[in-house]
């Protein structure tokens, strides 16, 4: 193997621990303090444009123009949007439980987690195995050490083309969620006026 083939490698390697060390110390913090600022969906929302540009930059590169820096950016950026995907949804989801318990007196908490949890692994277990899927199909050799053009096009439309179009959906979508931190304000007084009534 090539020796800046195996360089390569370490370096990406290296490239998602820093990337990886970032989100573990730093963004679970960022992300709070900003959802607290501007609310949760508007900092989900911002996250998923911090996602959205780093796919779709992935479009334009190349073999030939795939420096270490610009990669690197790319790994920081996407890591700091994915983050405020990991995080946000499950904060709201806390807050539609409260509303759950609040509208039927049951705490089903657990089964939304449980339900949520079971729907992420799922999508990405199956986007990863459709995606390669599709990109072999469509050109992608993973035994080349340079791929084609056709090959650059398959990772293009897999990597960075159909995820653009469904992250933009994903946008649009969160605006449309109706929960927002004044109504589970007011959900939340409600639920803990009815413990203090059952306490008297």
């Not at 730093?26 to 996250?47: E, N, P, R």
């Not at 050799?141 to 791929?147: I, V, Y």
Request: aromatic share 12%.
């Amino acid at each position: 193997m090539p020796a800046f083939v195996t360089f390569g490698r370490v370096l990406f390697a290296v490239l998602f621990i820093y990337s990886g060390a970032t989100k573990l110390f730093g963004i679970q913090a960022t992300a709070d303090f900003i959802a607290a600022k501007v609310g949760k969906k508007t900092a989900w929302s911002t996250g998923m444009v911090l996602a959205l540009i780093t796919v779709f930059a992935t479009s334009f590169l190349t073999p030939q123009n795939a420096g270490v820096g610009l990669i690197g950016l790319i790994v920081i950026v996407n890591t700091v949007g994915f983050a405020c995907f990991e995080l946000l949804p499950e904060s709201i989801l806390g807050d539609v439980a409260d509303y759950s318990l609040w509208k039927s007196g049951r705490n089903q908490a657990a089964s939304y987690f449980a339900v949520y949890m079971f729907v992420t692994k799922l999508v990405f277990a199956l986007g990863g195995a459709v995606g390669l899927g599709l990109a072999a199909r469509l050109g992608f050799d993973p035994s080349m050490h340079e791929q084609t053009a056709r090959g650059v096009l398959a990772l293009h439309i897999v990597m960075a083309w159909l995820p653009s179009i469904l992250l933009v959906a994903a946008i649009v979508l969160i605006q449309f969620i109706p929960m927002n931190e004044r109504r589970h304000a007011v959900i939340r007084r409600r639920l803990d006026q009815r413990v203090v009534r059952g306490t008297c």
